[in-house]
Structures are given as structure tokens and as C-alpha cells.
């Protein structure tokens, strides 16, 4: 079966700083498939955050752009999140997760979305940002 494992959350300060790391195992052509960090905050709704392709190319939602650095490595079937300038507004629980789909700009939609616009995550990892 697909298993992705989340870890590297944890409490910071804001202004502080993470790095999340997801490892992707039983994932058949996992070069081919776009990859995802998504979030769930209590009382908000599923939000990507990050999202980057099969060509590398990465899509940030506006509220974390310059502060999120997304990146992939398919010969470890690794994916990564540096996560910088942390907001209090940043507290949630972080999913790896693959897309059903690759990458379009229908899918922006100012970062809402669903479970069902993915085919596998894991269990999450929290990050908690609190002074």
C-alpha cells in the first residue's frame, strides 16, 4: 500500500522557523505524480499551501509566498517544506499529499480544496505557532 509519513512539526515562536519532510513509499512512479502540502486549521477548511509539479515548478497560495519553499527529491522519494517567518495564522495540522491531478490554474482557487482532489496523504503533522 501507499504510505506517506509526515514529520518536523512542532511548537515555534512566530518568526520561527520548520522544516517538514514526507516520506512517499509503495507510490508507483512517484517522479510522475505532482505532490502537495496541504492544511487544516481548527474551524477552517482543507487549504493547499504548496504544490509543485513533475517539471519542479512550484505554486505557493499568496499567504505563504516568499516564506514556504516547497521542493522534491524522486531519487529518495522525498518531499520537503521549509517553512520560514512563521505566523501564529500558520497553526495547523500539514498533510503531504498526491493530487489526483496535475497541476492547473482551475485549481488555485485561492487555496480551497477538498480531500477529494487527492488519491493519497498521511497522517498529518502539527505545527503550532504561539508566542
Known amino acids: 500500500d501507499v504510505e506517506l509519513v509526515e514529520s518536523g512539526g512542532g511548537a515555534v515562536q512566530p518568526g520561527g522557523s520548520l522544516r517538514l519532510s514526507c516520506a512517499v513509499s509503495?507510490?508507483?512512479?512517484?517522479?510522475?505524480?505532482?505532490m502537495a502540502w496541504v492544511r487544516q486549521a481548527p474551524g477552517k477548511g482543507l487549504e493547499w499551501v504548496a504544490w509543485?509539479?513533475?517539471?519542479?515548478?512550484?505554486v505557493y497560495i499568496d499567504s505563504v509566498k516568499g516564506r514556504f519553499t516547497i521542493s522534491r527529491d524522486n531519487s529518495r522519494n522525498e518531499l520537503s517544506m521549509h517553512m520560514t517567518n512563521l505566523k501564529i495564522e500558520d497553526t495547523a495540522v500539514y498533510y503531504c499529499a498526491a493530487p489526483r491531478e496535475h497541476w492547473t490554474s482551475e485549481l488555485y482557487r485561492g487555496g480551497a480544496t477538498t480531500w477529494s482532489e487527492f488519491r493519497y496523504w498521511g497522517r498529518g503533522s502539527q505545527v503550532t505557532v504561539s508566542s
Open positions: 509503495g507510490l508507483l512512479k512517484y517522479s510522475n505524480w505532482d
Open positions: 509543485i509539479s513533475t517539471s519542479w515548478t512550484p
